[in-house]
């Protein structure tokens, strides 16, 4: 399982409101979504009216569909009317074959009960389903 990020700073030197922002912001991600299988959400200061910082995020099986994606995804920003793509960086990270690098799932809960198996079988999803959660301490204080 590979995930891609990328983020994304654009310009938008017209904007003389923070609605004048919000226009070319929304078009894009609008834009972008319905196009590319990714998620994108606006991750910089939104107070900014003639900068907009965008985070965007796709998954998939293989690191080269990650890239191809972002790629697509940079030329669209690069291409936006209204706006210019100032800066923009990309990673693609690796978790393992089936997402197997991704702890803190069923992957914690097994390791607990005496370790993984390479192939769950029913009987153990079965088991796990039917533990009794994690209870805290009476003797734990809330410290917030």
């Given at each position: 399982m590979f995930v891609g990020i990328a983020r994304f700073v654009l310009q938008i030197p017209g904007a003389r409101s923070l609605k004048d922002r919000r226009k070319v912001v929304k078009g894009f991600k609008d834009r972008v979504r319905a196009r590319l299988p990714v998620s994108v959400a606006e991750v910089?200061?939104?107070?900014?009216?003639?900068?907009?910082?965008?985070?965007l995020a796709v998954v998939s099986g293989q690191s080269a569909r990650c890239r191809m994606v972002l790629s697509?995804?940079?030329?669209?920003?690069?291409?936006?009317?209204?706006?210019?793509?100032?800066?923009?960086?990309?990673?693609?990270?690796?978790?393992?074959?089936?997402?197997?690098?991704?702890?803190?799932?069923?992957?914690?809960?097994?390791?607990?009960?005496?370790?993984?198996d390479d192939e769950l079988d029913d009987e153990t999803y079965d088991d796990l389903a039917e533990a009794p959660a994690d209870e805290p301490d009476d003797d734990d204080e809330d410290t917030r």
């Open positions: 910089g200061d939104v107070e900014r009216h003639r900068v907009a910082t965008l985070g697509e995804a940079k030329k669209m920003a690069a291409s936006l009317r209204g706006a210019l793509l100032a800066d923009s960086a990309t990673e693609v990270v690796s978790f393992g074959g089936g997402g197997r690098g991704v702890r803190g799932g069923i992957e914690s809960a097994l390791d607990v009960r005496g370790g993984l």
